[in-house]
């Protein structure tokens, strides 16, 4: 696959506004008196967890569904921890295609039952996402099938992005946004978007230090291949495809990085629902645990705190 450069994502993420805004919500952006005044910070929540699915990826999934031609009708097979899964599903019973989608061995029971309830048929194999992925991979090139990847897309990207378009509208000058990090996908697509049209923005892209594949990745300055234990922000949990287009754009597009322990996440997750009443699923609150590690430098700026999802996995 051709690495896109930011502008290429940029063209990607203006495709997918017009091509999936009639299908998916305009999701909040709620201002949180609590962590400003613990932070000196004019924090804001981005609610995409409250978004069709329970999370962002509906964005992705919808952007490069609708982007395939009448014409052709080939299944599509996608591989998935569970909430591009949920996606997946969505965007094939929106357009009446046929798919099916792989998964790792372990995935959180919750988002099973909500996969059977949605109909998509699905496999599990292998322990880890890249496993999956390899696997749908495999089967799409072998069959002929259309493989819809979680973040490894211009198309998924470009929809994904379309978070960042949101946030502009609803917070033009906005200075800092966290993002929880896995494959890559939204924090390329939101970064790409908002770096053009407000440069200074810094991009903070967080993850569990039980799974920091992108971070040390990054820091190494190649793909790298390491052990992830199990983490409440089983959504990011994972390794990166070989030639993963994500890595290049987070090397270029996002300015820090933060690793959180799982009983950060835990923590995050509780305040979440103590302060705000809001249920998340623990990729959510990585952001949030994130920007709690250290706010100084946030001190009187204007700070998103992205709620990626809210599929809990036991729930």
């Known amino acids: ?30 201002p949180s008196a609590p962590l400003s005044g613990q932070s000196g910070a004019r924090v804001f929540l981005k609610l995409e967890h409250q978004q069709l699915t329970g999370s962002f990826k ?18 599509v097979v996608a ?7 949920l996606a997946v599903a969505h965007a094939l019973s929106l ?3 046929q798919g099916t989608v792989y998964l790792p061995g372990e995935v959180a029971a919750g988002k099973l039952e909500a996969l059977r309830r949605a109909g998509v048929p699905f ?16 089967e799409a090139e072998e069959e002929g099938k259309i493989y819809l990847s979680p973040y490894n897309d211009p198309q ?3 929809g994904q992005g379309t978070v960042g378009v949101e946030i502009l509208r609803q917070l033009p000058e906005v200075d800092a946004v966290f993002v929880a990090v896995g494959g890559g996908g939204l924090i390329s697509g939101i970064a790409a978007w908002l770096k053009q049209h407000r440069p200074a923005v810094r991009i903070v892209g967080c993850l569990p230090e039980n799974s920091p594949v992108m971070f040390e990745s990054v820091r190494a300055g190649r793909i790298v291949d390491i052990p992830c234990r199990p983490t409440l922000s089983d959504a990011t ?37 103590r302060d705000h009443g809001l249920r998340v699923e623990g990729a959510a609150a990585v952001a949030v645990a ?6 100084a430098p946030d001190r009187d700026q204007n700070v998103v705190l992205l709620l990626c999802g809210g599929n809990v996995g036991s729930g």
């Not at 591989?79 to 899964?85: E, L, Q, R, V």
């Not at 987070?250 to 322990?261: K, T």
């Not at 994130?290 to 706010?295: E, H, M, N, V």
């Open 1 to 30: 696959m051709r690495q896109p450069t930011p502008a290429g994502i940029r063209r990607e993420v203006e495709a997918a506004e017009q091509r999936i805004r009639p299908h998916v919500r305009t999701t909040a952006l709620e």
């Open 123 to 138: 496999r599990q194999f292998g322990r880890d996402p890249v496993d999956a992925e390899r696997r749908a991979r495999r």
């Open 237 to 273: 949990a994972g390794g990166l495809e070989a030639g993963a287009i994500t890595f290049e754009l987070c090397r270029a597009l996002v300015d820090d990085y933060r690793l959180v322990s799982e009983e950060e996440i835990a923590s995050a997750m509780r305040l979440l629902q």
């Open 290 to 295: 994130a920007f709690l590690q250290d706010p």
């Open 156 to 158: 998924v990207i470009g």
């Open 58 to 75: 509906v964005r992705g999934a919808l952007s490069k569904v609708l982007s395939l031609t009448d014409r052709d009708r080939r299944e």
């Open 79 to 85: 591989a998935s921890t569970g909430n591009h899964a």
């Open 95 to 97: 357009t009446g295609r």
